[in-house]
């Protein structure tokens, strides 16, 4: 994509773009994210700053350790006093509810990858708050109805018990319910819960013909290992990561790992373009990206070439170029913010390889169907983003 204008310092405030990296460095999801996003956002630097050599960036980082209070602490700081001009990532549903309130008043960018909670770009969406990357209808929509359409009808849900957690229950229980299934209820565990046996005899107890996990990182990790050494992997009841990251899958091996199924806006070896970045990726980080890396790479690529194209890192005038400009990159093809503020872009169901399929490090998937845009998000007359309507009025 060509940069037309030819930015000055002085047209720039402070003299630098500042751009913030917030997620969870060190627990539960750090895994799937964590320092792994801060060295896509330093690709994507590198690769801007060969397009546009005299615009100055800087990036700062932080763990907003999944509390929201500390979370919005550190984005009203940066933007207050550290001139901060864009945040990407977050990661956390309940920090990102958070922050983009802080946002929302400050009037400044955020742009979020894995962050699963519906009410980002529903209810509570912003003028200045972008979903990259998925919300919980995406992850969920297509298999449920994939598999109820195959007579796997029955649902039980194990689940984190935040914000993130309970949004994809509830929207998995509201989908089950358009296409004929059930639900036989759902169980939800704090975040950082190590012993998940209870959990798993209640889902077993419901004799419910799918278990769903609603969680991630670490715990969905710990939990399906557990799952494992109870033996419920012979059973007959069908197990459903409802999100799951490749460090997930690399954590468990493809020994517990086989045969699940997720749905991902992202993987490092569909292509060419996508396997090239994977081994960039792989050369500073010893691991091959997940998708939310992918998706921060591609969120800061976009919000620079906005800065350079409106000359200036005005909000309103970068909100309006990375409108205007679709996202043309390996994570996504002609990709177009919508007026809801997601980023619209295919995805992908896979399934994880049997242990003997996989013939080298990190290649766990094989794809079983892509979910064009067209099918995989809720449709903009169902939403419930006052931008919406907003949008609708200016017609």
Not at 120 to 125: L, R, T, W
Not at 194 to 218: E, M, P, R, T, W
Not at 237 to 249: G, I, N, P, R
């Amino acid at each position: 994509m060509a940069i037309v204008a030819d930015v000055s310092a002085a047209e720039i405030s402070d003299g630098v773009v500042r751009i913030g990296i917030i997620n969870d460095q060190s627990g539960a999801l750090s895994d799937l994210a964590g320092p792994g996003s801060v060295v896509a956002a330093k690709l994507a630097i590198e690769d801007f700053q060969k397009l546009k050599p005299d615009l100055k960036v800087e990036l700062v980082t932080a763990d907003h350790q999944n509390k929201a209070d500390i979370g919005s602490q550190v984005v009203r700081r940066w933007f207050d006093v550290d001139g901060v001009d864009m945040i990407a990532d977050v990661g956390n549903s309940a920090v990102a509810l958070a922050i983009q309130s802080v946002a929302r008043d400050k009037n400044r960018i955020v742009i979020y990858s894995a962050v699963g909670t519906t009410e980002i770009s529903g209810k509570q969406c912003s003028p200045t708050g972008i979903a990259w990357l998925h919300d919980n209808y995406n992850l969920v929509a297509a298999p449920i109805r994939k598999l109820v359409s195959e007579g796997l009808d029955g649902w039980f849900f194990i689940a984190a018990d935040y914000a993130f957690g309970r949004n994809m229950v509830s929207e998995s229980q509201r989908i089950l319910s358009e296409v004929g299934g059930k639900s036989a209820g759902a169980v939800f565990h704090p975040l950082g819960t190590v012993d998940y046996s209870s959990f798993i005899l209640q889902a077993s107890g419901s004799q419910a013909k799918v278990i769903a996990f609603a969680n991630a990182g670490d715990q969905l990790v710990a939990a399906m290992k557990q799952w494992t050494e109870f033996g419920m992997n012979t059973g007959s009841q069908k197990v459903v990561a409802e999100l799951m990251f490749l460090t997930d899958v690399h954590s468990m091996g493809p020994e517990i790992a086989k045969g699940l199924t997720t749905v991902t806006a992202w993987y490092w070896d569909l292509n060419d373009e996508t396997r090239a970045f994977g081994r960039r990726f792989y050369q500073a980080r010893n691991r091959m990206p997940t998708a939310p890396q992918a998706a921060v790479y591609s969120a800061v690529l976009h919000y620079l070439k906005a800065v350079a194209a409106a000359g200036t890192d005005s909000t309103a005038a970068v909100m309006e170029k990375m409108r205007s400009m679709p996202v043309d990159d390996f994570y996504a093809r002609g990709a177009m913010l919508r007026a809801d503020n997601k980023l619209v872009h295919d995805f992908y169901l896979v399934q994880v390889k049997e242990p003997a399929e996989v013939k080298g490090p990190w290649e766990y998937y094989k794809l079983v169907a892509t979910i064009p845009a067209s099918e995989a998000y809720l449709p903009l007359s169902q939403s419930e983003c006052p931008l919406v309507n907003t949008a609708s009025s200016r017609k």
